[in-house]
């Protein structure tokens, strides 16, 4: 059975485990052995983006090794559950040890370059296809009923999504015809890295609408930053937290009044527009597309 390397990401270890495992989950349902390469640490990129290129080729360094070891020994990419490590990889490796004078780690890290992907970039190009076709997801026993917004007026303040309706789409009573489960609307956050560095568009977005029942609703600031940008949300966190709050208040809204859920390929983004809606009583859902889609797999034979 083919190979591949998974390249967890620090934020999908620490924060995120479901996200990982749900990962783990299509890369074996598109027939792939899943390999986590041993000695994979970080890409490099927090310590690279504030300047320390010394440190983060350092870093960057053990997790070359994990991968570049992987490579050669059969994988045949690298896949990695976040658009923003895939871009560091990608774009930003070689630069960085050239910069602090290892050309012979910086011709390795474009071998690596060359065989890494997006997970969802992965699905939609090398994997095309692979995939078993997607079934409505079970109730997820998890999930609690959100309390209604006591914010959301109804008048026209806020955007709603109304069962059913024109080009909005919107959560329907049933999505799909009857099959039960649980139908879902969601806004779909488009990462920085992903879209504008690694000019990956259409991928996630078709990899929602192969799940049945998800819908995804019209979000005028889904291309708009979450404003975490790594340490630029330490760095400036008034300005990181406002960012976060400009693109809440547009979330799109149930009959209900309540925002629906928020889906990205990057777990830092979800991370950060969790934790202001937390801090501002959004009561919003958010999810990796990994979780999204994992949870429609079909069960095993």
Do not use: Y
């Not at 270890?13 to 390469?37: C, H, I, N, Q, S």
């Not at 041993?38 to 300047?51: E, S």
């Amino acid at each position: 059975m083919p190979r591949v390397a998974l390249f967890v990401t620090c934020v999908v270890d620490a924060f995120a485990p479901d996200a990982g495992v749900a990962t783990v989950k299509l890369l074996r349902a598109a027939g792939r052995t899943v390999e986590v390469p041993d000695g994979q640490t970080c890409c490099g990129q927090p310590a690279a983006n504030a300047g320390f290129a010394a440190d983060a080729a350092r870093v960057a360094a053990t997790t070359l090794e994990a991968l570049d070891g992987a490579l050669v020994a059969g994988a045949e990419a690298v896949v990695v559950p976040s658009g923003s490590c895939t871009t560091m990889i990608r774009r930003f490796w070689a630069d960085l040890f050239r910069q602090v004078g290892d050309s012979e780690r910086a011709e390795r890290a474009l071998a690596v370059a060359a065989h890494t992907f997006e997970l969802t970039e992965w699905l939609a190009g090398p994997a095309a296809g692979a995939l078993p076709a997607l079934v409505h997801p079970p109730v997820d026993p998890r999930r609690e009923p959100r309390p209604p917004d006591p914010a959301a007026t109804g008048d026209g303040s806020r955007r709603d999504v109304h069962d059913g309706s024109g080009d909005q789409g919107g959560r329907s009573s049933d999505p799909d015809g009857g099959r039960g489960g649980e139908p879902t609307s969601v806004a779909w956050h488009r990462g920085c890295h992903l879209h504008r560095e690694l000019g990956v568009t259409d991928a996630p977005g078709d990899l929602l609408a192969s799940v049945p029942g998800c819908r995804v609703v019209d979000w005028p600031d889904e291309e708009r930053c979450c404003g975490f940008g790594g340490s630029f949300s330490v760095k400036l966190p008034e300005v990181a937290e406002a960012m976060a709050d400009q693109k809440l208040a547009s979330l799109p809204r149930s009959d209900d009044g309540t925002p629906v859920e928020i889906v990205s390929t990057d777990a830092s983004c979800l991370l950060h527009l969790r934790a202001r809606a937390e801090a501002t009583g959004v009561p919003v859902r958010v999810r990796h597309v990994a979780e999204v889609a994992a949870a429609a797999l079909p069960p095993p034979a």
